[in-house]
């Protein structure tokens, strides 16, 4: 199985969220990629073959195929580039084309996906009440300054801001029922968010409907965010950081810029670091 294994939005040489890349000449099979995604154990892998002038790409969990991954993205990003030396490189998923760019840095790979479009909208309020409930918050607790919503950029992902970091740290719900709940509600992850600063965020990623308790970067989510911030006309001066992971012992820095055309691609970049063998997906 030679599948390499990257840490995405490092923090520098640390840090950073844990992704297979595996780059071939012909794609696996559903049935093989699932195998892979699960044996490897990562909350993805990517798996990329030439198609023309481009890479066919799919993304597996351990548990199911999702339609688009920031993360796994930026990995496969430092691959190609690795591979292939700098570059832009054209990215055909599942329901959209994308881009990623790789930039070798020392040690490092700088790498900076273009999301596919973004929307977002009320969140609907039984959802609303069932997150609330895994989550064990209520109203209170919620920053009123960024109504809960569904964010999409890509994925669906329900936005939930918090009103104190100390709420954000506290976060715990039970995988079995967030795992039911978020396959229900159609959910890829719930981005539960605190705002230090109209520019600086704090993120935690509960993404229990792919089996896993949580996500220390998600890519797909800080874009569908930071669109979701556009559509609030929320004072973002065209960029937003994102430190997740922090919690969990795996400090990840997320940058997106957002341009001003409604619904339009959200640039998310970051570090990405090769892994040392035997290195874990998770802190202890």
Not at 241 to 250: L, R, S, T, V
Request: with cysteine.
């Amino acid at each position: 199985m030679n599948i390499r294994r990257i840490a995405a939005f490092s923090d520098g040489d640390v840090g950073g969220n844990p992704a297979g890349v595996w780059v071939g000449s012909t794609m696996p099979t559903a049935a093989e990629m699932q195998r892979m995604a699960a044996e490897i154990g990562f909350s993805e892998t990517a798996f990329a073959v030439p198609e023309e002038a481009a890479w066919r790409v799919r993304y597996f969990s351990p548990e199911s195929e999702v339609p688009f991954c920031g993360h796994a993205t930026i990995a496969l990003g430092a691959v190609l580039a690795l591979e292939n030396g700098d570059d832009v490189f054209e990215l055909r998923l599942n329901a959209a084309k994308i881009t990623v760019e790789g930039r070798r840095e020392g040690t490092t790979i700088m790498a900076a996906l273009q999301s596919p479009p973004t929307s977002s909208a009320q969140a609907d309020p039984q959802v609303l009440s069932d997150a609330l409930s895994l989550f064990g918050l209520v109203a209170d607790d919620l920053d009123p300054a960024i109504p809960p919503a569904l964010a999409h950029g890509g994925a669906d992902h329900l936005v939930l801001a918090l009103g104190s970091r100390e709420a954000l740290r506290a976060m715990s719900y039970k995988l079995s029922a967030g795992r039911v709940f978020m396959r229900e509600a159609h959910l890829t992850t719930i981005a539960l968010i605190y705002a230090q600063t109209p520019r600086l965020f704090h993120a935690r990623n509960p993404f229990a409907s792919g089996g896993i308790y949580e996500d220390p970067a998600t890519g797909a989510a800080a874009a569908a965010f930071a669109g979701y911030l556009r559509d609030l006309d929320w004072p973002h001066g065209g960029a937003i950081d994102i430190i997740q992971g922090e919690d969990m012992g795996m400090r990840s820095l997320i940058h997106a810029e957002i341009p001003r055309l409604p619904g339009g691609s959200i640039r998310v970049s970051g570090t990405a670091r090769i892994m040392s063998p035997g290195e874990k997906a998770s802190a202890p």
